[in-house]
């Protein structure tokens, strides 16, 4: 098995957590994105809204799959991880992903959690995708 580190130069460097920001396997295809969330190049929150975090997210998703020769089309699954209460959120940051997904349509899994990796990060993002066959 051949596998692939992705870490774009413009997002946060995961080294310091042991961490990429993706893992592709060559032979299957499949990409596995680290959670994203909307932090800077010094692992700070750049938003304090849930909208504009979960832009910041998705945004820093499209570029992982962009880095590891995929798209929002060829995502397998979402997994979108919020503080606090999931519901409490839905109406918030469902028209936010489908302004990004489009017609894609990923199996999508949505956790409410006490924590995430800073007291700030109110949204985390990871996927599962297939790199494009092109």
Do not use: C
């Not at 961490?19 to 304090?48: E, H, R, T």
């Amino acid at each position: 098995m051949s596998i692939k580190k992705i870490n774009p130069a413009t997002l946060y460097d995961g080294a310091p957590f042991g961490m990429s920001q993706a893992a592709a396997d060559a032979d299957s295809g499949l990409i596995f994105i680290s959670g994203q969330v909307d932090w800077d190049s010094n692992y700070q929150v750049k938003n304090q809204s849930m909208p504009a975090q979960a832009e910041g997210a998705i945004k820093n998703l499209l570029t992982v799959l962009e880095a590891a020769n995929s798209s929002v089309q060829n995502l397998l699954h979402l997994r979108v991880y919020i503080r606090g209460e999931l519901a409490e959120h839905m109406e918030t940051i469902v028209p936010i992903l489908l302004s990004y997904l489009g017609t894609s349509r990923p199996a999508l899994t949505g956790i409410g959690v006490a924590s995430l990796a800073t007291p700030d990060t109110l949204i985390e993002i990871e996927a599962v995708a297939k790199r494009r066959t092109s």
